[in-house]
């Protein structure tokens, strides 16, 4: 989301830089992906009270002259914030991108405290704005319910080349998103697919998983048990430029999380004009229009989970509609350039 901003900033000619608070970043983890005329620059925050990565920071901003801190996730918020105390000059803005449950007690009280520094917060989703209210009442007019937009995997031609396939033998699935924490549910959509492989044996499936993390063997030794190493392909990391090559060749999409913050890899669905499956997760109705664009389940209910599958799969012309309007939903809602320039004018305004 970051490095897609800067660039799109950049695009619309504001002075952008781009900065880490972690120490144990490379230098090349982002600049490849960046179009700024600046160099990124890295601050060896190893803790909150690091006094000299603050003083660096400030002669940092003083030099450039820059007059807003934009941050993303947890930790580098708080850097943000805490700055603010010893340079009031700046503006910050802070992006709550995850469900706040998720936050420790702890860490609940210091956002209390912390966002008295805090110009304006941009919760990714209304179901965000509402949990963060739950415990920010105070700082209420400050939360704005923001949308990530996405860039589009497939043109409406190549949706519409694609509705024309009928050659198919097999149905594939996909779900994109890590393999590195139990809240995605792997395990849940390898049990859906056995369920459907095992309870229509007339109807050929795939599923391929894009990601990469440390459960990945785990969830290999399952598919594996299950009789299912042909049918569960572990693709790994695709780099972001090739990714659409999955989403060309696929035709439903499937997500099984517990909690989620914006859905990014459900709004990219929208923009391959892909029906999906998912889990009923608080902000999911914000990305999946029931009995429209998809299906919501409630997770665990893995026998609910492979009938939707089961029962998109053998109905071409329910998956061509249901792609067509996910794929309006998603100029409507998700389109890229709408939603950057809503984040342009709450940073300025």
Not at 193 to 214: A, M, P, S, T, Y
Not at 230 to 240: A, E, M
Request: charged content about 30%.
């Amino acid at each position: 989301m970051f490095i897609d901003q800067a660039n799109y900033f950049v695009k619309k000619e504001i002075d952008t830089y781009f900065a880490v608070s972690h120490q144990n970043y490379k230098s090349d983890d982002f600049s490849k992906d960046l179009n700024l005329k600046h160099k990124v620059a890295y601050f060896r925050f190893e803790s909150f009270l690091n006094i000299k990565s603050y003083l660096e920071l400030m002669r940092y901003i003083k030099k450039n002259k820059i007059s807003i801190i934009y941050s993303y996730l947890d930790y580098s918020n708080n850097i943000a914030r805490l700055f603010k105390i010893i340079y009031p000059r700046i503006r910050v803005v802070i992006v709550e991108p995850g469900d706040p449950r998720r936050k420790t007690k702890k860490m609940r009280i210091f956002d209390w405290f912390a966002n008295f520094f805090v110009y304006k917060i941009f919760a990714m989703g209304s179901a965000i704005e509402k949990q963060l209210i739950v415990y920010l009442k105070i700082h209420k007019r400050k939360i704005l319910s923001m949308r990530n937009g996405v860039h589009p995997m497939l043109s409406a031609e190549e949706l519409e080349e694609k509705a024309k396939r009928t050659d198919q033998e097999e149905i594939y699935l996909l779900h994109v998103g890590n393999i590195s924490t139990e809240n995605k549910g792997h395990a849940g959509m390898i049990e859906a697919v056995k369920l459907v492989h095992d309870q229509n044996l007339d109807l050929r499936i795939k599923l391929f998983f894009v990601g990469e993390g440390h459960l990945s063997e785990g969830l290999k030794k399952l598919a594996e048990g299950y009789g299912l190493k042909d049918v569960v392909d572990f693709v790994g990391r695709i780099p972001h430029g090739e990714i659409k090559n999955y989403y060309k060749k696929v035709d439903i999409f499937i997500f099984n999380s517990k909690t989620e913050g914006g859905a990014a890899s459900i709004m990219e669905a929208t923009s391959a004009g892909l029906p999906v499956v998912s889990s009923h997760f608080e902000s999911a109705r914000e990305v999946v229009i029931e009995g429209e664009t998809g299906f919501l389940v409630e997770r665990g209910d893995h026998q609910a989970f492979a009938d939707k599958i089961v029962y998109l799969s053998n109905n071409r012309d329910k998956r061509v509609s249901f792609g067509r309007r996910a794929y309006q939903f998603y100029r409507d809602e998700f389109e890229y350039e709408k939603q950057a320039d809503m984040f342009i004018r709450e940073l300025f305004n």
